[in-house]
């Protein structure tokens, strides 16, 4: 008797080692994700940098995208699981059947009008932005302003300031869309007159030439200004909710670390944006600039989202709106928190 004790005592503890590397040695959720290239998708070069996504059991694979409406090509075609980019595709999208569900806000406010040459310094002369557009086409030279493609964010929070908050004739300004760097260069270049960016751009634009100024801040632009944003498709929350929810709990301890050590999130930032050419003083700076609010409650923006869909569909740009809060899932934010209070 005493020997089978001996011998089954000797068996489990060879046995739990085994067991425990099989649990290890399990295949980790693929998770692809798509975003867009500003400080505003900061939370998944994050978690993908510093190896978090990997320690939660997720293979994460962050595929680069020029536009929200690009990326949403993508994510209709199964290809991607997670959005990582502005709010107002996502609303195109939901629109089209496309089964997709805000999880976790990551930054607010963040697109400014940037403007340079002769339109920055009559704003800094004393002229609202407004007047210098109506002087120019007065004169017979419209404003040139680059955004991105119709139905992205940058294009609907420019529109709706030139509409709604400064009430500019659309027939009065040149609104050129591009993708996201080649309106940092067309502004560089002189090429175009203004642009809507977002940071890291501002921060850069900004160090080459002091003399580009942002000429209408994010709040101005669009009070309470949704912006980048965390989205999963409803067919992975439902296979993978564990990895679903350990996701947006990475991403949550990332926007944290954005909000209270810029110093040690800026090399993350720095492999995605800065592709080697960034300094790290300067995305240090871009996470601390004025024009970038980081943070993770979806709750935040869903009054704003409805406004924007409604001038969407003002716009055009949406056959239908939605009832808004088919768009957002709170509650993986809220689990997440309550797991990091503990």
């Given at each position: 008797m005493r020997r089978f004790a001996v011998a089954f005592a000797l068996f489990a503890a060879l046995a739990a080692p085994l067991a425990a590397t099989g649990a290890q040695a399990a295949d980790p959720v693929r998770v692809r994700a798509g975003y867009i290239p500003v400080l505003g998708s900061g939370q998944l070069f994050i978690v993908d940098q510093k190896g978090w996504a990997k320690q939660a059991g997720i293979e994460l694979t962050p595929q680069q995208f020029d536009s929200g409406p690009n990326m949403i090509q993508a994510l209709a075609s199964g290809t991607l699981e997670a959005y990582v980019g502005g709010v107002g595709p996502l609303l195109v999208a939901r629109g089209k059947g496309i089964k997709v569900k805000v999880v976790a806000a990551l930054a607010t406010e963040e697109l400014v009008l940037v403007?340079?040459?002769?339109?920055?310094?009559?704003?800094?002369?004393?002229?609202?932005?407004?007047?210098?557009?109506?002087?120019?086409?007065?004169?017979?030279?419209?404003?040139?302003?680059?955004?991105?493609?119709?139905?992205?964010?940058?294009?609907?929070?420019?529109?709706?300031?030139?509409?709604?908050?400064?009430?500019?004739?659309?027939?009065?300004?040149?609104?050129?869309?591009?993708?996201?760097?080649?309106?940092?260069?067309?502004?560089?270049?002189?090429?175009?007159?203004?642009?809507?960016?977002?940071e890291p751009a501002v921060t850069i634009v900004q160090k080459r030439d002091p003399s580009f100024r942002v000429v209408v801040s994010g709040a101005q632009m669009f009070p309470a200004q949704p912006g980048s944003v965390l989205a999963l498709t409803e067919d992975f929350l439902a296979k993978q909710p564990q990895a679903a929810q350990a996701l947006v709990s990475q991403f949550v301890r990332a926007t944290e670390l954005l909000q209270t050590n810029p110093k040690e999130a800026a090399p993350a930032l720095g492999v995605a944006l800065g592709r080697g050419i960034v300094d790290e003083a300067t995305l240090i700076a871009a996470i601390q600039s004025p024009n970038q609010k980081f943070g993770a409650d979806p709750q935040v923006i869903v009054a704003s989202t409805d406004e924007m869909q409604r001038f969407q569909k003002e716009q055009g740009v949406l056959e239908r709106t939605i009832p808004i809060e088919e768009l957002f899932d709170r509650s993986l934010f809220v689990k997440a928190t309550a797991q990091q209070k503990k």
């Amino acid at each position: 008797m005493r020997r089978f004790a001996v011998a089954f005592a000797l068996f489990a503890a060879l046995a739990a080692p085994l067991a425990a590397t099989g649990a290890q040695a399990a295949d980790p959720v693929r998770v692809r994700a798509g975003y867009i290239p500003v400080l505003g998708s900061g939370q998944l070069f994050i978690v993908d940098q510093k190896g978090w996504a990997k320690q939660a059991g997720i293979e994460l694979t962050p595929q680069q995208f020029d536009s929200g409406p690009n990326m949403i090509q993508a994510l209709a075609s199964g290809t991607l699981e997670a959005y990582v980019g502005g709010v107002g595709p996502l609303l195109v999208a939901r629109g089209k059947g496309i089964k997709v569900k805000v999880v976790a806000a990551l930054a607010t406010e963040e697109l400014v009008l940037v403007g340079g040459g002769a339109f920055a310094k009559a704003v800094a002369g004393g002229k609202t932005p407004k007047q210098v557009i109506e002087d120019a086409a007065a004169a017979g030279k419209k404003i040139k302003i680059a955004t991105q493609p119709a139905g992205s964010v940058p294009q609907t929070v420019l529109l709706y300031w030139l509409v709604k908050v400064a009430g500019v004739d659309l027939s009065k300004v040149d609104i050129v869309p591009m993708g996201i760097d080649a309106t940092q260069l067309a502004l560089l270049a002189g090429a175009v007159d203004a642009a809507t960016i977002r940071e890291p751009a501002v921060t850069i634009v900004q160090k080459r030439d002091p003399s580009f100024r942002v000429v209408v801040s994010g709040a101005q632009m669009f009070p309470a200004q949704p912006g980048s944003v965390l989205a999963l498709t409803e067919d992975f929350l439902a296979k993978q909710p564990q990895a679903a929810q350990a996701l947006v709990s990475q991403f949550v301890r990332a926007t944290e670390l954005l909000q209270t050590n810029p110093k040690e999130a800026a090399p993350a930032l720095g492999v995605a944006l800065g592709r080697g050419i960034v300094d790290e003083a300067t995305l240090i700076a871009a996470i601390q600039s004025p024009n970038q609010k980081f943070g993770a409650d979806p709750q935040v923006i869903v009054a704003s989202t409805d406004e924007m869909q409604r001038f969407q569909k003002e716009q055009g740009v949406l056959e239908r709106t939605i009832p808004i809060e088919e768009l957002f899932d709170r509650s993986l934010f809220v689990k997440a928190t309550a797991q990091q209070k503990k």
